[in-house]
């Protein structure tokens, strides 16, 4: 079957694009708005999407009414946010970030979360998170209604002691991370559980192999 995007409502374009693109990471936003109170809300639409630079990208759409969103609304404030990865411990906690709280309510808070303080920006990382991203607004692109997506240049990488194989080489204890991701639906998730390795090939490997 074939659907043509532009004969769909938002929604139903929703229901297309996030039961095929899947799982998409989630990037659990720590922001600030300009009175220095902090917010915490999970995005899915969110990637890294660049390494040199190093930028992510995380798209953020309004309420039903076409009010900003907190996250958004901060970003574009303070031009600063934390991404922090959900782990399969962190699942629920991260969920409540989900409901819609007004502003000025920190998420942290209701969620029982510790804030650790940034390095190099205001807003907090999340403390429970095995790993998070200082991240400062490079971009910023509108879609209407409300609706943004942000592009961040990430300043400083954080990952839990114990989260690393060989912190002088770089490596990361991936699988441990425990990260999970967003499938279709309202409540479906993925674990980073089931994996398998298949090494690159290289042009003569391909060949060879005709
Ligand atoms: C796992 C998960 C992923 C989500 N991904 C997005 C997303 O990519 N974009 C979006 O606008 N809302 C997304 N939401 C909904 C927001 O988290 C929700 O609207 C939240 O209340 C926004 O909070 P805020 O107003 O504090 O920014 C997601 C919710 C969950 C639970």
Redo the contacts with the bound molecule.
Sequence with gaps: MEFDLSELKGTDCSKLLNSTTVP?P?GW?V?MDAEGRT????????NVMSPNPPMVC??????ADDI???????ILATKQFVVNF?NYENRHK??V?????G?GIS?LEKAGLTPAPSTKIAPPRIAESPAGYECELAHTVELGNS?YIFVGRVLVVHIQDEMMLDAERLYVDTPKLDLIG?MHGGGW?ARTTDLFEMPRLSKDEVEAAE
């Design positions: 998409r989630i936003l922001t917010n915490a809300a999970p995005f899915s639409y969110f995380v798209g953020i759409s309004s309420r900003h969103k907190d996250s958004a609304a901060n959900v991260m969920n970030g989900g409901a819609d709280f502003p998420e609706r967003r998730y």
